[in-house]
């Protein structure tokens, strides 16, 4: 209510009546401003409350495994990047891979392999604990079944197995190791832009993309590469032994990938086989448990709680704030 409207009212004698009616809205609005912020209130209860539920049950929920009745076969799952913080991580497959030689009723394990591969720290971290679990329990054969694909790291993991098996038209080996970046110089000279990094070591910055590559930190970095290559190439050799067909195909060892039917004629599989037909032909027990480690719903959670996510949650607790996108 304006001034004028209030001086137009007390003129008109009707002026306590206005302020009767200024007085009902205002204790409306704020009874709605009262009742809004007791809703945003328990919403953001209720949501603490299943938010921390989540974590402090998704730790447990994270470590179960199909609970084991008997004989059995063990299959742990190596799908996608082979990479820290990623489900098939060293930490993730390590711990499936301890749980299932521990079982009592382990009669073998099989890695099913689905994955382009990863780090090769990770991939190393992996391939040493198959070895020495499979030393430690000499009875508990360990095989590897490539389904799609299994490359590089993957191939690195699957090389410390007993035996490895995959489909005719599985995509098997890719033995190399490859580190890729940019080179905007040429773009930051046409759009007259200057970089200046500032470094306390003379090669600090020497794989900067905006600065031109030098001789001499190009033959340093492909050493690395080559040493890197030479650690995977012992490591498969290690592990498959006089099987590799390395004196017949010198390119094994060259990042080329194989499909199944040819891997096995190379020596880079065993045989061609599923994960069904392992576990009953090979390892003589159909009946299979899963000791992959499964994604919490915790961590489930919190991925899908992205930008927009977090958007539809805070305007159905009533924020109405700026939104950057």
């Not at 742990?76 to 891979?97: C, K, P």
């Not at 392999?113 to 508990?140: F, H, K, T």
């Amino acid at each position: 209510m304006t001034d004028e409207w209030k001086a137009s009212a007390a003129a008109d004698g009707d002026g306590k009546s206005w302020q009767l009616l200024e007085k009902t809205l205002l204790a409306g609005v704020q009874e709605q401003r009262r009742a809004r912020r007791w809703g945003i209130f328990f919403k953001l209860l209720t949501f603490t409350y299943i938010f921390g539920a989540l974590a402090l049950f998704s730790p447990m929920l994270a470590m179960k495994t199909s609970a084991t009745t008997g004989s059995h076969t063990a299959v742990i799952e190596v799908r996608g990047m082979i990479a820290d913080q990623e489900m098939a991580s060293a930490d993730n497959i390590v711990s499936s891979l301890r749980a299932a030689f521990e079982d009592a009723g382990t009669k073998g394990v099989i890695l099913r392999i689905n994955s382009p591969g990863g780090s090769p720290v990770q991939s190393g971290y992996i391939y040493d604990e198959i070895l020495r679990l499979r030393a430690e329990y000499p009875a508990v054969k360990l095989y590897a079944v490539i389904t799609d694909l299994g490359a590089s790291g993957a191939y690195y993991i699957a090389s410390a197995a007993d035996q490895i098996y995959a489909d005719k038209a599985s995509l098997v080996g890719s033995i190399g190791v490859t580190a890729a970046t940019f080179g905007f110089v040429g773009v930051m000279e046409k759009l007259g832009v200057d970089r200046r990094v500032y470094t306390s070591g003379e090669h600090k910055a020497f794989l900067d993309p905006f600065q031109p590559q030098k001789e001499e930190e190009t033959k340093f970095w492909q050493g690395v590469l080559e040493t890197t290559h030479r650690q995977f190439i012992a490591s498969v050799k290690q592990g498959r032994g006089d099987r590799l067909k390395t004196a017949e195909h010198p390119e094994l060892f060259s990042g080329l990938v194989w499909s199944g039917e040819q891997a096995l004629q190379l020596g880079l599989i065993d045989a061609l086989g599923s994960t069904s037909y392992v576990a009953r032909e090979v390892i003589g027990e159909k009946e299979i448990v899963d000791f992959t480690l499964q994604e919490s719903p915790f961590d489930r959670f919190a991925k899908t709680l992205g930008a927009s996510m977090a958007e539809r949650i805070a305007l159905w607790m009533g924020f109405q704030g700026p939104v950057i996108r």
